[in-house]
């Protein structure tokens, strides 16, 4: 049964700081891993899809990589601003599934 | 191109009732998954509806049942509700069953009394 984890599960960051969140899965046979952000009460945008195949990839300030043979995945933040303060959620999607398995997320504050 | 909407945006309920939450996939996306976020913890998967038929299920009892309609919207039914069933119900909805993007909605927040 995959599991996934995320450390640490919160971070407060003065602005303009690069951060790193990390994501691990117990199953490395995936087929594809997904970013996401939620801000409070509200559902999940979608920052990154990373497939297998895939060792990162890049949208504005924001990479991620992925190594499945270690399970582990990090969501690079450059210069953070305080309006990237949310809730990040990674989610694994295994080559048999049709869901995606989250983790309970790292909540982030970025302080003017 | 419009993006994923869920109705109602809140709603408050019973034990022992009976609630319904629908889902308006995006443009051109045939599947839908429906997923139940607890207060502090990442979203459950419940189920996948793809071209009207489950596609899979999480480990939810059967109370949570589920519809998708021709244009590929969705519900979520759940009956004889119970005081664990108040969260946040997601609907995310993708081109394919596997290898695409989801697209989440807004969400639905239930709370049972």
């Known amino acids: 049964k995959q599991e996934v984890t995320q450390i640490p599960a919160a971070l407060s960051v003065p602005e303009g700081e690069n951060l790193v969140l990390n994501c691990s899965f117990t199953d490395s046979a995936i087929y594809n891993l997904q970013w996401f952000r939620q801000d409070p009460g509200k559902g999940l945008t979608s920052l990154l899809l990373?497939?297998?195949?895939?060792r990162e990839q890049t949208s504005g300030r924001l990479n991620a990589s992925l190594d499945k043979s270690s399970g582990r995945s990090t969501l690079y933040i450059a210069a953070s601003q305080p309006g990237d303060s949310a809730t990040y959620l990674c989610a694994v999607r295994g080559n048999y599934g049709q869901n995606f398995v989250f983790g309970p997320g790292t909540r982030l504050s970025v302080l003017p | 191109e419009t993006g994923v909407t869920q109705s109602p945006t809140h709603l408050i309920k019973t034990r022992g009732q009976q609630v319904t939450l629908r889902c308006s996939s995006q443009s051109g996306h045939n599947t839908v998954s429906w997923y139940q976020q607890a207060l502090g913890q990442g979203p459950q998967f419940i189920f996948q509806?793809?071209?009207?038929?489950?596609?899979g299920r999480g480990n939810f009892p059967p109370r949570f049942s589920g519809l998708q309609f021709p244009n590929y919207s969705s519900e979520l039914n759940v009956n004889a509700l119970e005081l664990d069933d108040s969260a946040l119900y997601l609907c995310?909805?993708?081109?394919?069953?596997?290898?695409?993007?989801?697209?989440f909605g807004p969400g639905t927040r239930l709370t049972v009394t």
């Open positions: 509806y793809y071209r009207e038929e489950e596609n």
């Open positions: 990373i497939q297998s195949s895939q």
């Open positions: 995310a909805s993708s081109s394919d069953t596997f290898s695409y993007e989801q697209y």
